[in-house]
């Protein structure tokens, strides 16, 4: 499940993974290319997003929001699968 996709809207593409945990796709704060950061919780994706932002990426507010909502529900350590 996506929290937001490469597009007009957005530089990042970050993804709730099926095996647990978070995956920043592509991660530009690497330097690597086509590197993918592995992600244990939300809190830490929300700290993530918040330093692709930081850099001058954008990232969607929608994508902020529904992790906001997720920490809220599930707690910071997010889902347990
Ligand atoms: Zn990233």
Excluded: F, K
């Excluded at 939300?42 to 920490?71: N, S």
């Amino acid at each position: 499940m996506s929290y937001c996709r490469l597009g007009p809207d957005s530089d990042v593409y970050a993804i709730r993974h099926v095996d647990g945990g978070y995956r920043c796709c592509g991660c530009s704060l690497t330097g690597l290319y086509n590197y993918t950061v592995h992600i244990a919780t939300p809190t830490e994706l929300l700290l993530h997003l918040q330093a692709h932002r930081a850099a001058g990426d954008m990232v969607p507010r929608y994508a902020m929001d529904r992790l906001r909502d997720e920490i809220r529900e599930y707690g910071r350590a997010g889902w347990a699968e």
